[in-house]
């Protein structure tokens, strides 16, 4: 009996991009680029607006190369921030916090800024 082999289509699997960035961040960037155009309406507001989307394309083009979905991988990471513990391993005992030490600094630049005045 031989394995039964199952044909993956590149379309089925390929990452929705726009003018080579991120779908959602460039189209974003596009009505923000175009309102502030429209809404100065001069040179200067123009010219800003075409900096700023020339700008995030070649951004979003770099991060898309990296990541197609970098974005949802970012606000991921924000939503288990509080969740993962600040170390690297999870076995590894916590080094002991220097937050005593920042207390009675503080404590005592205080007391400076009081003694001098």
Not at 81 to 98: F, I, K, L, V
Request: glycine letters at 10%; proline letters at 7%; charged letters at 15%.
């Amino acid at each position: 009996m031989s394995l039964r082999r199952t044909a993956l289509f590149r379309v089925m699997h390929r990452p929705r991009l726009f003018l080579g960035g991120e779908r959602e961040p460039t189209l974003m960037m596009a009505m923000v680029a175009a309102g502030l155009a429209v809404s100065g309406q001069n040179l200067v507001t123009l010219t800003v607006a075409a900096g700023l989307w020339f700008g995030c394309i070649g951004l979003f083009r770099q991060v898309a190369k990296a990541d197609p979905l970098m974005s949802r991988v970012y606000l991921r990471q924000l939503k288990y921030q509080g969740y993962y513990p600040p170390r690297s391993r999870p076995y590894r005992d916590a080094e002991p916090s220097s937050g005593p030490f920042y207390l009675a600094t503080g404590a005592a630049g205080v007391a400076l800024l009081f003694w001098m005045i």
